[in-house]
Nanobody, 125 residues
Framework: VQLQASGGGLVQAGGSLRLSCAASGLTFSRYGMGWFRQAPGKEREFVASTRWNGGSTYYKNTVKGRFTISRDNAKNTVYLQMNSLKPEDTAVYYC???????????????????WGQGTQVTVSS
């Protein structure tokens, strides 16, 4: 399984970014997908996840209403639209695929078994 994340960058507070994660080596439409982030000196934390068919989504409380996770199963890609960015959103963002097909993913790191390389998001104040 390969997950290639892209779309990170430097943005001012209040700005927007759209992250993409292209997946290969798996039947994408059968796998829940998620986004996590890790800031310097902190543990990796959950940001958002989507069911294998996009039927349900979960969000970290502090990003609800600002971030939107979506997926395009025809393109084997999951997205994270990030609006109203804050300096505390600064981190390396990782996409992840569920440990198994049709697994009901939620908010825990243990639901996921494959990880991308990460993309840096920096929000300046």
């Amino acid at each position: 399984v390969q997950l290639q994340a892209s779309g990170g960058g430097l943005v001012q507070a209040g700005g927007s970014l759209r992250l993409s994660c292209a997946a290969s080596g798996l039947t994408f439409s059968r796998y829940g997908m998620g986004w996590f982030r890790q800031a310097p000196g902190k543990e990796r934390e959950f940001v958002a996840s989507t069911r294998w068919n996009g039927g349900s989504t979960y969000y970290k409380n502090t990003v609800k209403g600002r971030f939107t996770i979506s997926r395009d199963n025809a393109k084997n890609t999951v997205y994270l639209q990030m609006n109203s960015l804050k300096p505390e959103d600064t981190a390396v963002y990782y996409c992840a695929a569920a440990r198994a097909p049709y697994l009901e993913v939620s908010t825990t790191l243990q639901d996921f078994g494959s990880w991308g390389q990460g993309t840096q998001v920096t929000v300046s104040s």
